[in-house]
Structure formats: C-alpha cells, structure tokens
C-alpha cells in the first residue's frame, strides 16, 4: 500500500469508542463490520495527510499528519476522536482505532498583516501508532 496520499477532498470524524467491532488486518486495512456514521468536518480547500515512520524500541512506529484549513477551531474537548478521510478518488482511510493512543488535534489561526496573506485555521491532527493510517476496506 503507498502511504503517500494527497487531495484529500472529505475528512469527517467519529468517537473512538465507536470503533471497538472494528477488525484491523495487517499490511491490508480495517474492516468497519456494521455501519458507522462519521461527522463531516466542515474544510476549506483540499486537504492533506503526511505520513513517517522510524524504528523505537526495534519497532516500527508511524507519524500521520492530517492537515486542514477552516473557519474555526475544531475543538473535541474530551472526546477522543478518530477521522476517516476521502481522496479526490473515492479511497477511505481511517487515521486512529478504538484503542489508544489517540490522533490529537492542534489548532493554529493565522491574523495576516498582508490583506493577501492566507487567514483562518489551520487544524493539524497527529496521530503516533505502531498503526498506520488504515485503507477502510469494504
């Protein structure tokens, strides 16, 4: 699988705990089994998801940025959020899973002194796991 994945045009997210029927099948994905229902988070643009790796501890652990322009905040308080996001071509992926660790949201607003400068909210999700970002099969 490439885990280089840009035009990210639908990101959405759901509360982690509502993952727990889910089953993650190594170097394939993760398989939803019964219907879930992710909210849409509201984005300007297209967006985007970087992804690292390195070895710890003889293991290899993943870095996913996902990186997003809005209005406002995205503010989750103490839901622990996971966020499936859309490509340009209609692949799904998952960034996080019912278990911890869980993605955390950051949140950077930009108040340009050039009226052409770009304004607003960057919100920036980081999720750290010996999981990668998951292609949702089915």
């Not at 229902?37 to 998801?49: E, N, P, Q, R, Y």
């Not at 997003?68 to 503010?75: E, N, V, W």
Request: hydrophobic share 40%; net charge positive; with cysteine.
């Amino acid at each position: 699988m490439i885990h280089l994945i840009n035009n990210i045009r639908l990101v959405e997210c759901i509360e982690a705990y509502h993952l727990q029927q889910s089953d993650i099948i190594t170097d394939r994905g993760v398989w939803l089994n019964v219907y879930q229902h992710f909210d849409k988070i509201d984005t300007i643009g297209l967006s985007s998801v970087e992804i690292s790796d390195k070895i710890e501890n003889n293991q290899r652990v993943f870095t996913t940025k996902l990186i997003m322009s809005r209005k406002a905040k995205l503010l989750p308080g103490s839901k622990k959020l996971c966020f499936r996001v859309t490509t340009v071509t209609g692949s799904q992926f998952l960034i996080g899973c019912a278990d911890k660790p869980y993605p955390v949201v950051q949140n950077a607003e930009t108040f340009p002194s050039v009226p052409s400068s770009k304004s607003g909210t960057t919100v920036t999700v980081t999720y750290t796991s010996t999981i990668p970002m998951l292609a949702i099969l089915g």
